[in-house]
Every structure is written in C-alpha cells, then in structure tokens.
C-alpha cells in the first residue's frame, strides 16, 4: 500500500524506476502510472565478444536469453554444461538406434537435477527444428551441434519434433 501511495502521488522530482520480466503481472493501478519502456535482449555476438571469447562462449551466449550477466554465470556453471552434454548424449542415442536403451538414457538424465536437464533437452530438440524449418544456425541453443541437429532432422519430420519438444515442455512445467 505503501508503494501504491507513493507512485499515485510521488513527491516532487521523485522518478521510479520498475524493472520486471512479467509487466502484464503487475497491478493495472501500477500500469496506468507508468510509461512502459521495453529493453532489447542484448545480441549473443556482443555477449560472446563481452565474455572475451572464452572457449564455451557461443553456447553461454545462446542460453542466457540475451543476459550478459546471465551468460557470465553460465559460463562457469560446471552442472549446466555437464547437463547439456549429457542431454545431447540421450538425443544421439534415441536418434541413432531403433530401440534406444531406456535406462541408459535414464543413467544420464538421474545425474542432473531433472528441470536442467529437460530443458537442456528440450533445446536440442528445438534446435534441430530450428535448422530443418529455417536452415540457419543463427538461432539456435547449440551451434556446435549442428550436423547432429541435421541427422535428428533427417529421421523426425517437423511435426514430430514439435511433438517431442512439446512433451517435454509439458513435463518441465509438470
């Protein structure tokens, strides 16, 4: 209440600055008080060259969601890159067999906390429909994985990686 007060009727030479992720969340009483100004996500070729072009770069640039602050963490996150390497091991192994082991896919995903590694997944898979839909490798998650992002677009059809990429999608949010 206390915060509502003050934005309705500031003192003088008083500006505040709200930052948020979710603007629509925010009451309408706070939106119809302010002027909405929306920030860019920051380019990951600025990013990478902002991170000195460390070696994993490129990948903590494509995952920070343009949050050079997000990609310098990334960068160090030792649980993160053993996730996705994990995670693209289980999408190598369910693309290159007929009848992919299960449990070894499950010896994989137990090692990670569950959410990381599904969404490590989950960018992989998306990554490989990215490719097969606009042949750009601009946009993806994983940039050094294209020629297996090719050959999992070469065996599942686009709908299909929309499925799989939904699916998981559904059990992260579950």
């Given at each position: 209440?206390?915060?509502?007060?003050s934005?309705?009727?500031?003192?003088?030479?008083?500006?505040?600055?709200?930052?948020?992720?979710?603007?629509?969340?925010?009451?309408?009483t706070v939106?119809?008080r302010?002027?909405?100004?929306?920030?860019?996500?920051?380019?990951?070729k600025?990013?990478?060259?902002?991170?000195?072009?460390?070696?994993?770069?490129?990948?903590?640039?494509?995952?920070?969601?343009?949050?050079?602050?997000?990609?310098?963490?990334?960068?160090?996150?030792?649980?993160?890159?053993?996730?996705?390497?994990?995670?693209?091991?289980?999408?190598?192994?369910?693309?290159?067999?007929?009848?992919?082991?299960?449990?070894?896919?499950?010896?994989?995903?137990?090692?990670?906390?569950?959410?990381?590694?599904?969404?490590?997944?989950?960018?992989?898979?998306?990554?490989?429909?990215?490719?097969?839909?606009?042949?750009?490798?601009?946009?993806?998650?994983?940039?050094?994985?294209?020629?297996?992002?090719?050959?999992?677009?070469?065996?599942v059809t686009?709908?299909?990686?929309?499925?799989?990429?939904?699916?998981?999608?559904?059990?992260?949010?579950?």
């Amino acid at each position: 209440n206390f915060l509502l007060k003050s934005i309705e009727e500031p003192p003088e030479n008083v500006v505040f600055i709200l930052t948020s992720s979710a603007p629509d969340k925010l009451l309408l009483t706070v939106r119809s008080r302010t002027v909405r100004v929306d920030i860019p996500p920051t380019q990951r070729k600025l990013i990478a060259q902002y991170l000195n072009g460390a070696e994993l770069a490129d990948i903590a640039a494509a995952y920070s969601m343009g949050s050079p602050h997000k990609a310098k963490a990334l960068l160090t996150d030792e649980a993160f890159f053993s996730a996705r390497q994990d995670a693209i091991k289980a999408a190598e192994l369910l693309m290159t067999y007929k009848r992919p082991s299960v449990f070894k896919i499950g010896e994989l995903a137990a090692k990670h906390e569950p959410v990381l590694f599904l969404e490590t997944l989950f960018c992989v898979f998306r990554d490989a429909l990215v490719l097969l839909i606009n042949k750009d490798a601009e946009y993806l998650y994983n940039p050094d994985k294209t020629a297996l992002l090719k050959s999992i677009g070469s065996v599942v059809t686009p709908a299909g990686l929309y499925k799989i990429s939904e699916k998981i999608s559904n059990t992260i949010d579950a």
